[in-house]
């Protein structure tokens, strides 16, 4: 069975910082680029970051790029994402995701969603 799990979401004051963390069972994590999506109330779900199979990329939306940093520890099976400077849009549900594509930048390339965590960033 597979399972992404994520964990270290919370509630953060703008300006601060939180790092997400995704462990991937059930499938051999070096087979998958892993990213993270997310969903803001009232939003479409929307790329945030992906890095590659092999730890190529790495990947950012423009909204993020400069302040999340992506990493992958294929000995621990483990995604992070390290937010910095945190500002309220910031705040939605990221959800970790598994691709079978060499990269993953669209929802229509992810095999595997996790069940999400949620980041709320207070103004």
């Known amino acids: 069975q597979v399972q992404l799990v994520e964990s270290g979401g919370g509630l953060v004051q703008a300006g601060g910082s939180l790092r997400l963390s995704c462990v991937l069972s059930g499938r051999t994590f070096s087979r998958y680029a892993m990213g993270w999506f997310r969903q803001a109330p009232g939003k479409e779900r929307e790329f945030v970051s992906s890095?590659?199979?092999?730890?190529?990329?790495?990947y950012y939306a423009d909204s993020v790029k400069g302040r999340f940093t992506i990493s992958r520890d294929n000995a621990k099976n483990t995604v992070s994402l390290q937010m910095n400077s945190l500002k309220p849009e910031d705040t939605a549900v990221y959800y970790c995701?598994?691709?079978?594509?060499?990269?993953?930048?669209?929802?229509?390339?992810?095999?595997?969603w996790g069940q999400g965590t949620q980041v709320t960033v207070s103004s």
């Open positions: 890095v590659s199979r092999t730890g190529g990329g790495p």
């Open positions: 995701v598994a691709s079978s594509s060499m990269v993953v930048t669209t929802a229509t390339n992810v095999n595997y």
